[in-house]
C-alpha cells in the first residue's frame, strides 16, 4: 500500500535524540521502546470496534466500546526488533508474539534467516512486524515472505528509519502491506547503512559494540 511518515512532534523529537553519535545504550534502548509505542498507537487507529453493555460505578448498566475481538501477532526481526518490543507490548499487552531471526550478510547484503517460530491459528492474526531499520529490505521482504507463507493475510510495517530504497523494494514484492516510520532517511551508503540514519541499531541496542 504505502508508507506513513509520522510527523507527531514526540515522535520527531525523540528520532532526532536517537541520532546523537554519544548517545548511550540506555537512552538508545529507552527511545526505541518509546517510539515502539507511539508508533502502535498509529498503526492501530483504525481498529475495529463494537458496542458492549457492562455494569458501570453505580451498578447501572452503561455501554461502551471495546476493540472487536481483532487477533494481532507481534513480529520482531531478530536481534534489533526486539528493542521495540516492550513500548508495543505496552499498548498491546495481550499479543502473541511470533519471532522471525535473520541477519543481514555483511557481504552480500542479504539476509541469512536462523529462526522462526509463529504464534498460533497465524493466518487469523493481523501481524505487526517490528524492527528498527529498514535499509535494503532484504530482511523485510524476507520476514514478509515467511509470514504469507503461513497465511498470514494483514500484515503491517512499524520502523523507525527507513531508506527509499528499502521501502520501494518490500511495496514492489508485497504491496499489500502498510509501513509506518518515524523517518524516511536521503539513502543508503556502499555498505547498505542508511543515512544519516543511526547507525547500527542492533549494536546499540545491545551493546556489543
Ligand atoms: O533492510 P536490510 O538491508 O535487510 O537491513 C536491515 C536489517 O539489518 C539490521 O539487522 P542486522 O542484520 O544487523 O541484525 P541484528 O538485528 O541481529 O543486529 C536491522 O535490524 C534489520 O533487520
Ligand atoms: O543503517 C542500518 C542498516 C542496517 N542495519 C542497521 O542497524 N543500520
Ligand atoms: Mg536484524
Redesign the pocket.
Known sequence: MTIHVIKHPLIQHKIGLMRAADISTKDFRELANELGNLLTYEATQDLELEDAEIEGWNNSPINVQRLKGKKITIVP?????LGMMDGVLQLIPSAKVSVVG???DEET?E?VPYYEKFAGNIDERMALVI??????????VATLDMLKKHGCKEIRILVLVAAPE?VKRVLKAHPDVTIYAAAQDERLNEH?YILPGLG????KIFGTK
Open positions: 526481526i531478530l536481534r534489533a526488533g535473520l541477519y543481514r547484503l539476509p524492527d528498527p531499520m529498514l535499509a535494503t529490505g532484504g530482511s523485510m528499502g547498505g547500527d541499531a542492533g549494536d
